[in-house]
């Protein structure tokens, strides 16, 4: 779990957060209020994050992922299955960009400033 939020941190502008309780960690851009890039649930051993369109849609036909439907184009990541340093840390980047990609231009040019 420590992957993810080493991973997760090391991106521009990202924070932790705990609105669900302990047991599951939301990192985020900017602040607490901001936009939502991946989510951890220590307990269950799983890992959200926010992938390419195409990619969401096969997702399901590999090991270790599902499609998460609650968000648009976010899967699972079930981390007993997927845990290798190298693939959490393209996970939480790609996520990462596919949220700031969404950003209106003032919020994407602070990224860019820092």
């Known amino acids: 779990m420590e992957k993810v939020r080493t991973a997760a941190l ?3 502008q990202a924070l932790e957060d705990y609105p669900f309780g302990e047991g599951i960690t ?3 851009i900017f602040d607490r209020k901001g936009p939502i890039f991946t989510i951890l649930s220590e307990e269950k051993g ?3 994050v926010r ?3 195409d990619f969401f849609e096969i997702c399901d036909t590999i ?3 599902a499609p998460l439907k609650v968000w648009k184009n976010w899967i699972t990541v079930d ?3 997927v845990n290798s340093k190298r693939e959490i840390n393209d996970l939480v980047a790609e996520s990462w960009h596919e949220v700031t ?3 209106p231009k003032k919020k994407r ?3 860019n400033n820092t």
């Open 10 to 12: 090391s991106m521009p």
């Open 26 to 28: 939301v990192f985020r």
């Open 46 to 48: 799983i890992l959200n």
């Open 51 to 53: 992938v390419p369109r």
């Open 63 to 65: 090991e270790g992922f």
């Open 79 to 81: 981390l007993t299955l």
């Open 101 to 103: 990609e969404n950003l």
């Open 109 to 111: 040019d602070l990224l």
